[in-house]
């Protein structure tokens, strides 16, 4: 066996190792749930999110039909809310309800401080209770 070929094999077994630890152990774990998607590397949490997005949503639209009619619909979600997805990305965390609900509120209008006050209080739980239900699909099936 000639050095060049020691040097090869040694690289291919060296990128063989690298690439099974690095991509296909963590995707591995995940698809069979023994690490949640909150702990799973962020290209896992981009490809996993949209899917628990759109079932959390439909949930939580087909519960509350009177929230999902006034604007707190699949395109806030997707396009007025894009902390919710950025931040989860990045580092596996929801945002706190009361910002989403200020999200929410802000593509309602411009109003007077006071009835702004009234609405955020009212849309916060609110979004509390959606972020309740994207939480727990992502924890119950998040790969499917």
Do not use: C
């Not at 063989?16 to 909150?38: E, H, Q, R, S, W």
């Not at 699949?74 to 989403?100: C, K, W």
Request: proline content about 8%; aromatic content about 14%; cysteine-free.
């Amino acid at each position: 066996m000639t050095t060049q070929n020691v040097s090869s094999n040694l690289f291919e077994g060296v990128a063989a190792f690298l690439f099974t630890t690095a991509v296909m152990m963590p995707l591995t774990k995940a698809v069979f749930n023994y690490i949640p998607a909150t702990t799973a590397p962020g290209w896992i949490r981009r490809l996993v999110f949209p899917a628990a997005l759109k079932r959390a949503y439909t949930g939580f639209a087909g519960y509350y039909p009177q929230w999902a009619a006034s604007l707190f619909d699949e395109h806030f979600l997707n396009y007025g809310a894009t902390s919710l997805m950025v931040g989860y990305i990045r580092d596996g965390r929801l945002p706190q309800a009361s910002p989403l609900a200020l999200d929410w509120d802000a593509q309602l209008g411009p109003d007077s401080p006071a009835v702004r006050e009234r609405r955020i209080a009212e849309l916060t739980p609110v979004a509390a209770d959606f972020l309740d239900w994207l939480t727990l699909e992502l924890a119950i099936s998040p790969f499917s």
